[in-house]
């Protein structure tokens, strides 16, 4: 497929890549471009921000959840209908998933996609020596993908200075950013929860948009995505013969952490989902053969999450009668006797799992993992393995054990309930890098097996 692309990426975190991608993004909408976003790595947060404030469709790109073929595929679905696909990168560019690995990095997805990557450099404090960075990161790696380049935190009269030395290395000057803190977007704009805050970052993304569009060469930038060569990618496995069913799947500004893909892959399966509010619905949508609790922020909304009782009850008793449920992170809090909120206040949840939920003040366990099950249960044959990611602050007395979960680096721990028809725990699964649990529970909802 012809598919015009560029890959943002920059030599460390920090360095204004998130902010000047969202703004390319507005910018390019402004233009009537149909924009497919992308973000490279696990991360919910910067799509949900592409989807909820830039107004474009976003996903995730993953090598440590799926091999080439796969990643390749799920771009190629994902940017289907779009003018242009726009990749924000993850840490560093060549930063994987070890201290010298390059591995999941994203110099390897833009390898695996062979997309031209524009490197965002933070000029602040530097003038000629910004061009030593660029130097550096083009020759660390031979063909290391990098075209063009935009300055960050740069005045326009050292750029202009700096320009002819961009175009004398072969790559493309694509503009510079001045300092403007009033532009930028704090780390914590991207978790955004409330209406308000979209509204007021909404036009802050316009203010961005117009001042790029000033200092940004957007005949240049389109000139790079359309280099971009056609991509060759598989098309998706033969899905099985599915019955029909009815998946209520929670999503709310408590519950908002969903893969684009992993929701594509039940559609796929031939189930029909409905969106329901734990924070406002008083029941679950009429015909729900199975339940999905995502992750969120559960914690926020502890006191009217639990204020619900109609819900919490619904919950509750639809497990009990055996409507199988996936329950992830937040969705797992959501299910336990109580949940306490940021100020150490517990409140009463839904008292399926017989445990307590509570706020801790570090990351309790976090990173990629290979989940691999300790026992046949509805949902996995013992040994069965699915790619997964945690990462949370809060933690519970009883994280489950039905599971062993290993990180690349090999520190191992166990985790997750599998009790009947219900599969809960921290971990965010990744459904394409193993369908058969989803199709199994997707046949528990059918009452097939």
């Known amino acids: 497929m012809h598919s015009p692309r560029v890959l943002f990426a920059a030599p460390a975190s920090g360095s204004g890549k998130t902010t000047i991608v969202c703004g390319i993004l507005r910018a390019l909408k402004n233009r009537g471009k149909a924009v497919s976003a992308f ?71 833009a390898k695996a996609l062979d997309t031209p990557v524009v490197l965002i450099v933070d000029a602040r404090g530097q003038s000629l020596s910004a061009l030593a960075t660029l130097r550096g990161f083009l020759d ?3 063909n290391s993908g990098v075209k063009g380049v935009i300055f960050n935190r740069m005045s326009e009269h050292v750029y202009k200075a700096l320009k002819p030395e961009v175009e004398a290395m072969g790559i493309v000057p694509v503009g510079f950013v001045p300092k403007s803190d009033a532009l930028m977007l704090e780390s914590r704009h ?23 569009s000033q200092t940004l060469d957007f005949d240049a930038l389109d000139t790079l995505m359309q280099s971009a060569p056609a991509l060759d990618a598989t098309e998706a496995p033969k899905t099985p013969n599915m019955p029909k069913t009815v998946i209520a799947v ?11 893909d992993n929701l594509a892959l039940l559609k796929r399966y031939n189930a029909e989902l409905k969106l329901f509010s734990p924070l406002t619905d008083s029941r679950l949508p009429v015909g729900t053969q199975g339940i999905i609790l995502p992750g969120g922020y559960p914690e926020l909304y502890a006191k009217r999450l639990s204020e619900n009782a109609a819900m919490r009850e619904a919950i509750r008793t639809a497990i009990g009668n055996g409507m199988p449920c996936l329950a992830e992170c937040g969705g797992f809090l959501y299910l ?5 909120d940021m100020d150490g206040t517990p409140y009463p949840m839904c008292g399926v799992i017989k445990a307590d939920a509570y706020r801790t003040q570090k990351l309790s366990r976090f990173g990629y993992i290979t989940l691999s099950a300790n026992a046949d249960t509805a949902f996995f044959k013992a040994g069965e393995t699915i790619k ?13 054990s039905a599971f062993s979960a290993v990180k690349p680096n090999g520190r191992d721990w166990t985790c997750m309930h599998a009790n009947g028809n219900l599969l809960a725990g921290f971990p965010h699964l990744f459904y394409e890098s193993n369908p058969k649990p989803v199709e199994r529970f997707l046949r528990l909802a059918a009452k097939e097996v």
């Open 140 to 142: 660390f790696r031979p």
């Open 336 to 340: 336990h006797d109580t949940l306490s």
């Open 388 to 400: 997964a990611h945690e990462f949370h602050y809060f933690e519970s007395n009883d994280p489950g």
């Open 39 to 109: 973000k490279c790595g696990p991360d919910y947060i910067d799509p949900l921000f592409h989807e909820r404030v830039v107004g474009v469709k976003s996903g995730t790109l993953d090598l440590f959840f799926s091999g080439e073929e796969t990643l390749k595929r799920l771009y190629a679905q994902n940017a289907d209908g779009s003018d242009c696909a726009v990749i924000e990168g993850v840490m560093g560019y060549y930063d994987g998933l070890s201290a010298a690995s390059e591995q999941a990095s994203t110099f390897s997805v």
């Open 250 to 260: 929670a999503r709310d500004e408590a519950f908002c952490f969903l893969y684009r």
């Open 190 to 212: 991207l978790g955004l929860v409330t209406p308000d805050e979209v509204n007021g970052l909404s036009e802050k993304l316009d203010a961005l948009a117009a001042l790029l």
